[in-house]
């Protein structure tokens, strides 16, 4: 089955239920305990900076793993698997001095993943995770000089363009995930829009934002709403919200998208809030529960998990999603949409 043959037979299924992303990555990896010795493999077993922390790099190390991890959250249900590439670009790698790396780890990061969705019974989509980066194109990191900034758009737009290149020949969707600053989704995005152009490939595209804290807003200071008028111009095939937020606190900002966006509607909050050890309490059941009051009311149209969800939060979620009418896409007003922190429409 081909890229396009997976995502139209998902777009059907899209018209009868809810369908399922996965959950953490991150969490799973954690559970195997790898030393530094582990991350660095015998290919880096010489290099000259720590590198354990850098999940990204377990795709050339530890592949076996992440493939077993895609496979379990397949197994559980997922009908969407993120690449192990959160943080497969020259920016985010320089903390570990891989910058050269960063496209062969999001390449080797994309097969882990199709070579488990390939094995599945059902047509299983691979979405090419484009994390944020560890920099702000928004904001200053120096509180005395707020003019300045760590990186340009044009070093964003090359960073992410190099990373797409390196993942589009064996992915399904891109997924431009954990917006935290508008102007980096809108760099990935014109970095997607130029790969386009490049290569006359349509890959469609995925992009979900991350609401910080109970202010309602990303750390760049949008609404969910005004995120939402900000990047409508990509035509996402699906746009929403992930991270920081359990589903309790998160709902709102759900709700908001979900009032006004044109697409599909994605979420996949974490397992509630980290406790004071880092570390997530909510059970599967828990997060369960809350999502399938989500459905009920019609909210969206993709769930799953971010930090904290393990194969059992997403195999409960699918459960509580069962015979539960997906979101039905609204047909909104023609108007100027336009946003700065606030949205702001006009209407004809």
Known sequence: MNRQDRISALEEEAKNRILILDGAMGT????????????????????????????????????????????????????????????ATVIAQADYNMEDLAPEIAEE??????????????????????????????????????????????????????QARAMAPHIDFFLIETIFDTLNAKAAIKALLDLKAETGEDIPIIISGTITDASGRTLSGQTAEAFWH????????????????????????????SKTANTRVISYPNAGLPNEFGEYDETPEQTAEQLEEWAKSGLVNVLGGCCGTTPPHIEAIKQATV??????????????????????????
């Not at 896409?329 to 004809?348: D, K, N």
Request: proline share 7%.
């Open 28 to 87: 799973m990896l954690q559970k195997y305990d790898f030393s530094e010795e582990q991350f660095r493999g015998d290919r880096f077993s010489d290099w000259d900076s720590p590198v354990k922390g850098n999940n990204d790099l377990l795709n050339l190390t530890q592949p076996d793993a992440v493939t077993e991890v895609h496979e379990q959250f397949i197994a559980a249900g997922a009908d969407f698997i993120e690449t192990n590439t959160f943080s």
């Open 109 to 162: 990061g994309v097969k882990c993943a199709r070579k488990a969705a390939d094995k599945a019974d059902r047509p299983v989509a691979v979405l090419g995770a484009i994390g944020p980066t560890n920099k702000t194109l928004s904001l200053s990191p120096d509180v005395n000089n707020p003019g300045y900034r760590e990186v340009t758009f044009d070093d964003v737009r090359e960073a992410y363009l190099q």
């Open 230 to 257: 900000s990047v409508r111009h990509a035509e996402p095939w699906a746009v929403g919200l992930n991270c920081a937020l359990g589903a309790k606190l998160m709902r709102p900002h759900i709700n908001a998208i």
């Open 323 to 348: 015979g539960k009418t997906p979101r039905e896409i609204p047909q909104p007003e023609t108007a100027m949409r336009l946003s700065g922190l606030e949205p702001f429409l006009l209407a004809s």
